[in-house]
């Protein structure tokens, strides 16, 4: 990681309306954040947020998909015929 991607909390506080823009612009994209020379939180645009979020997702729900594909037994099926005679009564 850059240097660039750390900023003390104390610097932060006095650079709030810079370091916002910053990351808005695209400047940066990522901001670590120290608090007595260690990492304490990170500052993203929430575009970055919004898309990280989207992809954990996307990883939950194909973990999902393997896990239960490795289990599917094609004898424990039905037919959508069957499934719509069974539901639709």
């Known amino acids: 990681m850059n240097i660039k991607n750390y900023v003390s ?11 916002l823009n ?3 612009s695209g400047e940066m994209d990522k901001l670590i954040i120290l ?23 996307d990883l939950r729900l194909t973990a999902l998909a393997l896990s239960r594909i490795q289990t599917f037994d ?7 015929a069957e499934m ?4 639709t009564k």
């Open 9 to 19: 909390s104390t610097l932060l506080s006095k650079n709030t309306a810079a370091t």
């Open 35 to 57: 608090k007595n020379n260690s990492p304490k939180a990170i500052l993203m645009s929430f575009e970055s947020y919004e898309a990280m979020e989207d992809e954990i997702e």
């Open 74 to 80: 094609p004898a424990d099926t039905i037919s959508h």
């Open 22 to 24: 910053s990351i808005e």
């Open 84 to 87: 719509m005679e069974k539901y």
